[in-house]
Each structure stands twice: as C-alpha cells, then as structure tokens.
C-alpha cells in the first residue's frame, strides 16, 4: 500500500467517475461525483475485480442493508478500477447483483484508487477498502482488508451509528446502547 494514504480527518478526494446504475437499457450509466455525496454521509467501499468470488458476497450484503443506509441518510457507492462495462456485464450475469440500488463506480484509470492509496502493489488493484464520509465530505472512518477477506457490514453500520451520534461511544457500543 502507498505511504500517502488518504485517512480519518482527511477530505475524500475530488471525483468524477462513470458508474453503472441500472440494468435497464439506455440508463445503464451515469457520472457519479463528489456532489452525488455533498451535505450527506456517504459510505464508499472498494472491491479488487469484478467476476470473482468473495467480492459479490459483500456488494450482496450493502445491498440488503440498502434500507438500513438509506434510513441514516447515507448515501451508499461501491468501487472498482473495472470499467462500467465489466460492472454491466456483472450485473447483468450474477444473481444476486441484477439488483443493486446503489452505483457501482468504475475507476478504470486506477487515479482515485491511487490517491487513496489502496491499490496493491503487484497488480494495481483495489484493496477491499471502507470510508466513511461526513456531511462535510471529511473522512471519518476507514477499513482496510486484505484481498481475501471479506468485511463486515454490520461493523460498518455500528460504527456510522456511533460517528452519527457525535457523542463517545464505548467499545462494543451499539445504538441504543448508553454513550459516555
């Protein structure tokens, strides 16, 4: 991984991709950006490729936790340096992806991932990466897994719960749970 990776107090970085956002013919593609997210909370999580095996079981599971995002006004993206046509073919050859409700951002010039810094170093793919981004646009979690290992989305919910209540939350806190 790069040494100038972006973290927890930083700015997402400025983006303009092309994404997929519907399987439907002629409203396949859309360009997704930085005002997509503005004012809101965004979770943006990041796959190595496309067509492989742990990878759809996590765009699976953001996607039945859809609701639970949307109930926090957070916004939802998914990412990959694959083009937006490998996402199409994707969508349109997986079952459980056909119905995505959130974009799914294809970085094929790899400089988002870069300047993030979680692209290895041997094939130049994305890490299985997780921000969480404030109504600012300020970075305020990350969760960095190695290529084989899938990550867990409850966590990902607790801790947007925790970071939403703006209060100290203890360790192993859940909502409702007491905050310091």
């Known amino acids: 991984m790069a040494n100038n990776q972006v973290s927890v107090g930083s700015k997402f970085p400025q983006f303009s991709k092309k994404s997929v956002v519907s399987i439907e013919k002629g409203k396949e593609f859309d360009t997704i950006s930085n005002q997509t997210i503005e004012g809101k909370w ?3 999580f990041w796959w190595p490729k496309d067509f492989t095996f742990v990878c759809p079981t996590e765009i699976a599971e953001f996607n039945k936790n859809f609701g639970n995002f949307a ?3 957070t916004i939802l993206l998914g990412a990959s340096t694959d083009s937006e046509f ?3 073919a994707w969508r349109n050859n997986h079952k459980d992806l056909t119905d995505l409700k959130f974009p799914m951002i294809a970085d094929t010039s790899k400089s988002l991932a870069e300047e ?3 692209l290895t170093e041997d ?3 994305a890490y299985r990466a997780t921000y969480i981004v404030d109504n600012e ?3 305020r979690w990350v969760c960095i897994n190695d290529l084989s290992v899938g990550r ?3 966590e990902v919910l607790r801790v947007l719960d925790a970071l939403q209540t703006d209060e100290l939350c203890p360790c192993n806190w859940h909502k409702g749970d007491a905050t310091l």
């Open 42 to 44: 965004a979770v943006i």
């Open 71 to 73: 109930d926090r006004d």
């Open 86 to 88: 490998v996402h199409l």
């Open 116 to 118: 993030l810094g979680i």
């Open 123 to 125: 094939e130049k793919v």
């Open 137 to 139: 646009g300020t970075i």
């Open 152 to 154: 867990n989305v409850e």
